[in-house]
């Protein structure tokens, strides 16, 4: 990708930006993850190719979750700064809202990148529904970051154990479990991992990176028809987190090891063989939640504090 001029022109104190919060949702099936990576397609490479045919210059996403490969998203949120000029030009001299006609803008070129893009990779968009929908794009308050501003992230994770059976419609988001799964063992075990911890022995650690989190919900329900829901919230995610939680959880559900045992390896703090990934194709981010507008940037203030000072990488 060429770009064609600076993403933002320096010099302006601000004063040219306009920065849009959009709401994404995605299947993560056809996509490599979130994060650009060279040669492969992925999401953000698709929103950002759709920005540089809109725009006609690069621009750079700021997502509240990246998400592995694979994983899906109901509740993706990512902001990007425009300038005034380009902001207010969107409806091309029409009487329109910008935001509706960014919106409508953008969602046609990204619908034209997922067709142009990947059939020419072999894959087919089935009947023309995209995988990627940007749903709202509006005026972000003041302050407002879509990373550094939120104060949780909460995702869901499906698992079809033999008591549910297994609804080959349901395949693509749902984990297929080989054996009956015990809620309440489940519920047990996942108590001893909420709170403030350090979740190396659940991390894929980063560099630099902490390992500590708040884990402010982990539960199981069986819904009616017997498929057990996972919602997992905490105030950020290590690399993995989500997936290291669920596959050794369900060492505990299936009664293989006592609930216990997730404490046990809370505190080791070491990952090793049996840190168990689950699969990625059922695990959705569901929400991103972030303060009223008037606490935004001290909230993005505070996040960047104690992520300089080691303490938090969303």
Known sequence: MTTLEPAIPSGDGGLLRVRVRLDISYDGAPFSGWALQPGLTTVQGILEGALFTLLRRQARLTVGGRTDAGVHARGQVAHVDLTHAEWEGMGRG?????????LRRL????NRELTDGMTGRGRSVRNSVPAVVVRSATRAPAGFDARFSALWRRYSYGIADTTAGQDPLRR????????????????EGAAYL????????FCKPRVGATTIRELQRYEFTRGHDGVITATVQADAFCHNMVRALIGSTLRVGSGELPPVWLAERLAARLKDARSILAAPHPLVLEEIAYPGDEELA????LTRSRRNAGHLEP
């Open 94 to 102: 029409r009487d329109v809202e910008p935001a509706d006609a960014f």
């Open 107 to 110: 969602t046609g070129t990204i």
């Open 172 to 187: 693509h988001t749902t984990l297929w479990h080989p054996a009956a799964l015990d809620v309440a063992l489940l519920n």
């Open 194 to 201: 909420l709170g403030m911890q350090d979740f190396a022995a």
């Open 298 to 301: 001290a909230r993005a203030e």
